[in-house]
C-alpha cells in the first residue's frame, strides 16, 4: 500500500485560512478606530472585497486537499470546508446586507438561519471526522492523520464561530455609528435654528443668508466644522428665503444629508424657520431606488399628505435660492425639472395630488424687479368641502372657516387637555392663541338628516312626536312618505300624515322640518300648493340656520314663483286629427304669488354662503355684479369674485378677470393674472386666454 504522503496541501490550506482571518481581523480593527463613522463608497467597496477574498480562501482547502491525495481525508476536509462556507455565507449575507441597505425581515431571517445551520453542519462534519477514523485500517492509523482529520474540523468549526462573532461586532459598530451620528446631527440643527432665529432678533435683514455669518467669523454662534456644513456623516445644506418687499427674510430650510454609507438606510434630517425637526428614509418609504442614494431633502417632510406643505416649501425656497433673479418658481413643473426630489408622482404643473390630497400651487404675481416673492396653496381633501389656504410662510390664512379646518384635520389641532395647538399642524402654521372655529349652524343638529331604519313603521315614532320630539316627527313624517311610496297604505292619507308630522318638526325648531314642507307647499308636488304659507316655513328654516333654505329662499326671490292650477287641454298630433285630454299646469292669477326681488335674494344668498353654501356665494356675487341699483357699478361684485378667487374657486377668477377685461372693474392685477389664476385652479377654458 502506497504511503501517505506529506500534508503540504493540509498546510497550505491552513495558510490560506489564515490570511483570510488575518484580513477578516484587520477590517475589523480599521473599522473600528475609524472616528467620525464617515465610510466613503470606495472605502466601503474595499472592506466588501476583503470579505469576499477571506471567504473564499477557505473554500479552496477541499482541492488543496484532494490533490494531497488524502481520500479519507480529503472527503472530511471537503464536507468541513461547506460547512464553513455556509458560515461564511450567513456572516457575508449579514455583512453586505447592512452596507447595501437591505433592511426587510427576509435578509435578517437568512443572515440569521445560515450561521446556525452552518453550526449544527459543523458538528455533524465532526462526527463523520471520527467514524472515518475508526474505518481506517489500524497501519493507517497515525499520529498526523489523527491531528489533520480532527483538528482541521475543529480550527474550522472554532474560525467559523469567530467570524460570525466579528460580523455581529462589526454591524454593531456601524448601527452604534449611525445612532450616534444621526443624534448629533439632529441637535446640530436645532441649534442652527437657534442661531439663525437669534440672528433674525437681531437684524433688519431677518434670518442669515448663509451659515457663514452664524460661524467663527460672524456671530460666532457655530463653530467652523457647522458653519462649513460639515458633520460626522453628514453634510448640511442651508438655504435662505430670498427678502419680502421690506427686505427681511423670514423663511429657511436647512438639510442634513448622510454622506456616510449605507446611504439608503441612514435618515435624512430637515428643519426650516418652524424650528421642527424631522427625519426619514428610504427604508420608511413605499419604494426606493437602486443603488445606495440618500433620500433627497424635500422628501424627508412627506411623512403625511399635509407635509406636502413643508415639501413643497423646501423645494421652492432651494429654487429661489439657486434663482435669485427668478425668486420663487412660476409653477411646480420648474422645481420638478430641476431637482427629482420635488417631482410629483402625476408630473403636474401646478398641483400635487397624494391618495385623498389635492394641493394647488400658485405663485403671486411678478414684482417691478421680475421677481417672485411668494406663493400660495390650496389644499382640499375629498372627504371636505372646505379649501385650506397656506402661504410661503406656511401660515393657515383661512384660519377662521370652518370648513377649511375641517380639511387639515380637527383632532390634530388639538391637545391631550383639549386646547387648541398654537405651532403648527402637520406642517401648516396657526395662529398664537389660535382655537379651532365652532362648526357653523349649518352643520349642527338642525342641519342633520336623521336616520330611518328599515322596517320602521310611522307609528314607532308617534308617541315621542306628540310629546315634542322634534327628530320623531320628522322621522315620522320619512316613514309616511315612505310607505306612500311603496303605495302598502292609503297613499293620500300617508302624504296628509307625513305633511302634518314635518309641521310638528317644524314647530319643534327643527330647521329640516320647515324646510321639507315648505318645500312641499310651494311646489305642489305630494302637498297642495300653498306659496304664503310656503314661504313662512322656508324662511322659518332659514331663520333656525338651514344654509339650504336660504339658498332655497334666494332662489324664489331671484325669479319670482307664481300659483298653479291643472288645466285639461286637447290637443290633436296632425291637424284635423282626433284630439286627446291632456293634463298641464298652468299659471292662476287669481292665487297669491311671489315677486321678484333681487335685494332679498341677495339677503338670503348672503346668510346661506355665511353658513358654508359655496354655491350662494358665488350667485350673490353675480347678482352683484348685474344689480342695477348697485351704487358701486358693479365693483361689490367684482370684490365678492376675488375673494372667491384667493379662497381657490376658479371660476370666480375667470369671471373677475372677464370684469377687469370689459372695463366694469380697476384692479391693479391684470386681466392675464387672473385668467393664469384661473386656469392654475382647474378652469382649462382659461389657459389660452393666460398665455
Known sequence: MRAPAPPTGLIATVLLFTIG????????????????????????????????????????????????????????TAITTAALYVVGVGWIAVIIAFLSGFSSNKHQQIAALLPAAAVLLQGVVFVAALMALRRLPASQRRPGVVRYGVGIPVLLAVGGVLAVAGAQQIVGRFSERMVTNEAAARMALGKLHSCATAFASGSAEGLPPDLGVLGPSGTRCLDSELAQGRLPGYRIDYVAGIPDERGTRRVYAACALPTASPLARLRTLVVDDDGDVEAHSWDEEPSRPSGDLPLPCPRAWARHPLALAKTIKHCAVAFAARHPEAGYPLTLGQISREDEGCRPADGKEHEWT?????????????????????????????SSRGVAIVDDKGAFINSDDPDAFDVLGRRAARGSNGEAATTSILGVKLPPGYRAPEPRPNAGANAEEPDLPDGAQPEDYQ????????????????????????????????????????????????????????????????LEQDLPKALAWITKSCAIGYAGACSRLGGIYESGRSSTREATVKISATPGGRASSTIVTVPDPLRPAIPKDVGRAISAYSRACEMGEHEACWIKARLTRDDPSDASGGQNGFAQFASLCEGGDGAACEAAGAMVASGRAGNERPETEWRRMACVLGQTKACAAAE
Not at 473554500?59 to 491525495?69: D, G, I, K, N, T
Not at 322634534?470 to 297604505?489: D, E, F, L, V
Open 21 to 76: 482571518m488575518v484580513g477578516l481581523i484587520g477590517c475589523f480593527l480599521w473599522l473600528s478606530s475609524t472616528d467620525g463613522g464617515s465610510y466613503s463608497m470606495a472605502e466601503v467597496r474595499f472592506v466588501r472585497a476583503v470579505f469576499a477574498v477571506a471567504i473564499t480562501l477557505p473554500f479552496l482547502m477541499a482541492p488543496v486537499a484532494l490533490l494531497a491525495r488524502r481520500v479519507h481525508l480529503g472527503l472530511v
Open 354 to 382: 397624494l391618495t385623498k390630497w389635492r394641493v394647488v400651487y400658485l405663485s403671486a404675481t411678478r414684482g417691478a424687479d421680475a421677481r417672485v416673492r411668494g406663493y400660495r396653496l390650496y389644499m382640499t381633501r375629498y
Open 463 to 526: 308617541g315621542a312626536c306628540a310629546q315634542g320630539d322634534a327628530t320623531a316627527c320628522y322621522t315620522a313624517g320619512k316613514a309616511y312618505q315612505r310607505r306612500a311610496a311603496r303605495g302598502t297604505a292609503d297613499v293620500r292619507e300617508d302624504l296628509r300624515r307625513a305633511g302634518l308630522a314635518y309641521q310638528s318638526a317644524c314647530e319643534g325648531q327643527m330647521a329640516r322640518g320647515c324646510d321639507k314642507v315648505g318645500a312641499a307647499s310651494l311646489d305642489g308636488g305630494w
